[in-house]
């Protein structure tokens, strides 16, 4: 009857004072975020480890503009260094690239980050799927049927954890999509800026079946949007 009593007082107060009460839910809101982020980072990083083989030897590459400036490589560029590759193979084990872009799964009315990726990327980065597969060498090529590999957060909030996902199509930006895996839960390769923060893949799909619908891949200048990630040898320095 006290505690009962107590809640009743409280809530009439609250009540009495609605900036108060707004205020102090916002504070517990933010910090309550604030704590779930920090320990989302310290568990994947900390606690679990990052999901990359060799995570050191992981890293992004950049080219240098005629002002000095560092800026991603455009397509162009990473093929020719992918043809180039013999020249640097005593120091490089691999390479991909990322385009990043917007898209809508299903209905869903909010943009998710899709990552197309170059043939062999998650071969670099050295992680298997959590439920399902990552690509094989036939899904990689030109004329390909869609397939993609999706989040772990996508599979939890989208799916609720329902396994049958595997092998179930979904709509990206209205085109079919066959979900063929599931990445682990801290699986966030690689990030892209935007909206004052990070932004991590929710869907991964082969980027050579989709060149022709990108016609910008061509642009050189193209140094938005993307990632060259390599793969160094192990004793080679970064």
Request: net charge neutral; hydrophobic share 45%; aromatic share 10%.
């Amino acid at each position: 009857d006290a505690i009962a009593q107590d809640m009743r007082y409280a809530l009439r107060s609250l009540r009495r004072a609605p900036a108060f009460t707004t205020l102090a839910v916002a504070t517990l809101a933010i910090g309550i975020g604030s704590s779930t982020a920090v320990f989302s980072v310290g568990d994947a990083i900390v606690l679990r480890g990052l999901p990359y083989r060799d995570a050191g030897r992981l890293n992004a590459i950049y080219e240098v503009s005629d002002q000095g400036n560092f800026r991603t490589p455009s397509y162009p560029t990473f093929e020719d260094w992918k043809t180039q590759s013999a020249s640097f193979s005593d120091a490089v084990e691999g390479m991909a690239f990322v385009r990043g872009d917007g898209v809508r799964i299903g209905d869903d009315p909010e943009r998710r980050i899709i990552a197309y990726v170059s043939t062999g990327f998650f071969d670099l980065a050295g992680t298997r799927a959590a439920l399902g597969r990552t690509f094989a060498p036939d899904e990689e090529t030109a004329g390909a049927p869609g397939v993609g590999v999706i989040s772990w957060t996508l599979f939890m909030e989208k799916f609720g954890g329902d396994r049958s996902v595997i092998g179930r199509t979904i709509h990206v930006d209205g085109a079919p999509v066959t979900v063929v895996g599931v990445m682990p839960h801290a699986f966030a390769l690689p990030n892209f800026a935007g909206g004052g923060g990070w932004l991590m893949p929710a869907v991964w799909q082969p980027l050579e079946p989709r060149r022709n619908a990108m016609p910008q891949l061509a642009l050189r200048g193209l140094h938005v949007d993307s990632r060259t990630l390599v793969r160094l040898k192990a004793g080679a320095d970064s």
